[in-house]
């Protein structure tokens, strides 16, 4: 069975910075693309960034040069660093799996429960 769980959400300032992680049992991350997601109140669920099982990366364009996503294979963790916080940034922020490298949230099967980060102005 597959479980991730998603740790490191928080309340912060503008300007702020955070460090989201992602630790999965019954799965390899180094055999999957995994994805960060965000879901704010009201709004659908969008693309934040997305990891491959080769290294390959890609953000979405609201977060380029503030986010960084990267794995530890070691720990089979992956992490979301998240700096220059915004109050637009406010969401619920999910990771998933997927078996191909995607942008697209209907492309996950397996996701994490959330994390919570709140960025105040």
């Known amino acids: 069975q597959v479980r991730l769980v998603e740790s490191g959400g928080g309340l912060v300032q503008a300007g702020d910075s955070v460090s989201l992680s992602c630790a999965a049992s019954?799965?390899?991350?180094?055999?999957?693309?995994t994805g960060w997601f965000r879901q704010a109140p009201g709004k659908e669920r969008d693309f934040v960034a997305v990891?491959?099982?080769?290294?390959?990366?890609s953000y979405a364009d609201y977060v380029k040069g503030r986010f960084t996503i990267s794995r530890d294979n070691a720990k089979n963790t992956v992490y979301l660093q998240m700096n220059s916080l915004k109050p637009e940034d406010t969401a619920v922020y999910y990771c998933?799996?997927?078996?191909?490298?995607?942008?697209?949230?209907?492309?996950?099967?397996?996701w994490g429960q959330g994390t919570q980060v709140t960025v105040s102005s």
């Open positions: 998933a799996t997927a078996n191909h490298y995607s942008t697209n949230a209907w492309d996950y099967g397996d």
């Open positions: 019954g799965r390899t991350f180094s055999n999957y693309a």
């Open positions: 990891i491959s099982w080769t290294g390959t990366i």
